[in-house]
């Protein structure tokens, strides 16, 4: 069986999708903070809530293949994850995907730091995993649109920084297969 965790989020709901699609809905569970937001999913839903470890293990129950959707609370998200990750090993999970960071391993900006410590302990668990090392989601920027659009303006925190001048296209040449 695959359990989704974080299904009820943006990623979430589109990873539900595909899986039924390929696995169907028999295979597929949902685990979410408020199981009601699934109601619409088509698939069993369990409430699996990252802060409440006492609601992963019956969760993960039955579960073979699991995708940990990075928690969203910064500064909370090690502990969380590591509650997931435990009761993953206590249910007898067999793989875990989880939802790194580019570059997480090298990475300087603040949020690499979670996403590294998360995969220390995916090492350290002993449960075969999978890191999924995305970019940042365009779907980040949606709820700023509106707001965007109705000032002519996309704000942010650049402070002094400047965009970098123009770099003239470049043409390369196809690697030869070795």
Same mark, same amino acid.
């Given at each position: ?11 979430? $709901? ?18 979410? #903070?408020?199981?009601? !937001? ?7 839903? $369990?409430?699996?809530?990252?802060? !409440? ?11 073979? #293949? ?9 500064? %909370? ?13 206590? %249910?007898?999970? !067999? ?8 570059h997480a391993d090298t990475s300087t900006i603040g949020l690499a730091q979670e996403h590294r410590e998360t995969e220390a302990l995916l090492r350290a668990s002993g449960i075969p995993f999978v890191l999924l090392r995305n970019g940042w989601y365009n ?35 196809? $690697? $030869?297969? #070795?």
């Open positions: 069986m695959y359990a989704v965790a974080g299904a009820s989020g943006q990623l979430g $709901r589109l990873v539900l999708a595909e899986l039924v699609a390929r696995a169907g809905a028999a295979r597929v569970v949902a685990l979410a #903070r408020d199981p009601a !937001k699934l109601a619409d999913a088509g698939v069993a839903v $369990r409430q699996a809530d990252y802060d !409440k470890p006492e609601t992963l293990a019956p969760a993960l129950a039955g579960v073979e #293949r699991l995708l940990l959707i990075s928690g969203n609370a910064v500064g %909370a998200r090690v502990a969380q994850h590591q509650a997931v990750i435990a009761a993953a090993r206590a %249910a007898g999970v !067999k793989l875990i995907a989880y939802t790194s960071i580019l779907e980040n920027y949606t709820g700023a649109l509106a707001p965007a659009i109705a000032h002519g303006a996309i704000l942010g925190a650049a402070g002094e920084g400047a965009s970098p001048a123009p770099r003239e296209p470049t043409m390369r040449r196809p $690697r $030869r297969p #070795r």
